[in-house]
């Protein structure tokens, strides 16, 4: 059981009535009504809808591709990690690496 994360691939606003976020579960699951953090910027909300071509889902799990609404308009784009507030991954702006040419 891994911690639920779903880096977004694409903001979908087709028009004022609706914006979700897409990508691909990477790990964990995710119901309608569960709290979400959205990193880096640490903003918080819940899902009210989980959107698939085939429908409305109750749950998402890994290996789904599906579009996540939020009940507030936080700020998420592309890039950004949508994982679970109880456990969120690590975030840095440095990192170290040895470099061997």
Not at 13 to 20: A, C, E, Q, W, Y
Not at 27 to 34: F, N, V
Not at 46 to 57: K, N, Q
Not at 76 to 84: E, L, P, T
């Amino acid at each position: 059981q891994k911690p639920f994360r779903l880096p977004v691939q694409w903001v979908n606003r087709p028009n004022l009535d609706f914006r979700g976020f897409a990508g691909l579960v990477s790990s964990g699951s995710i119901r309608r009504g569960a709290t979400v953090r959205v990193l880096p910027s640490g903003k918080t909300s819940s899902v009210t809808r989980i959107v698939t071509l085939d429908g409305d889902l109750e749950e998402a799990v890994a290996g789904q591709s599906v579009t996540l609404c939020f009940a507030d308009e936080i700020d998420c784009s592309r890039g950004d990690v949508i994982a679970a507030t109880d456990s969120p991954p690590e975030v840095a702006d440095q990192f170290e690496a040895t470099l061997v040419w």
